[in-house]
């Protein structure tokens, strides 16, 4: 079995800081795209930043030049690192890999974490 476990989402005040963190477990050959989406009531799940195996990055327009994704391969770890937060980017925020394992190549989601920015 196969899972993403995400960890480090909360409450902070504008133009504060929060880094999330989401670790991959279990039987995995490969991962191939990680990355993190987020969600509010109403609205699409919308792509924050994903990054490949080799390292190259894609942002969300919203959030360029304020967040940071990068990935440790030998820990199946992805991380968000969220700088300048807005109450916009208040949201669930979900991390989405493509992994290869005994069960195949599927596209695996985590339980989400909630970010809130307010004062």
């Known amino acids: 079995q196969v899972q993403l476990v995400e960890s480090g989402g909360g409450l902070v005040q504008p133009g504060g800081s929060l880094r999330l963190s989401c670790a991959a477990s279990?039987?995995?050959?490969?991962?191939?795209?990680m990355g993190w989406y987020r969600q509010v009531p109403g609205k699409q799940r919308e792509l924050v930043a994903a990054?490949?195996?080799?390292?190259?990055?894609n942002y969300g327009d919203s959030v360029k030049g304020r967040f940071t994704v990068s990935r440790d391969n030998a820990k199946n770890t992805v991380y968000l690192q969220m700088n300048s937060l807005k109450p916009e980017d208040t949201a669930v925020y979900y991390c989405?890999?493509?992994?290869?394992?005994?069960?195949?190549?599927?596209?695996?989601w985590g339980q989400g974490t909630q970010v809130t920015v307010s004062s």
């Open positions: 989405n890999a493509g992994i290869i394992s005994p069960f195949g190549s599927l596209n695996y």
């Open positions: 279990g039987s995995i050959f490969r991962i191939n795209a």
């Open positions: 990054i490949t195996s080799g390292g190259s990055t």
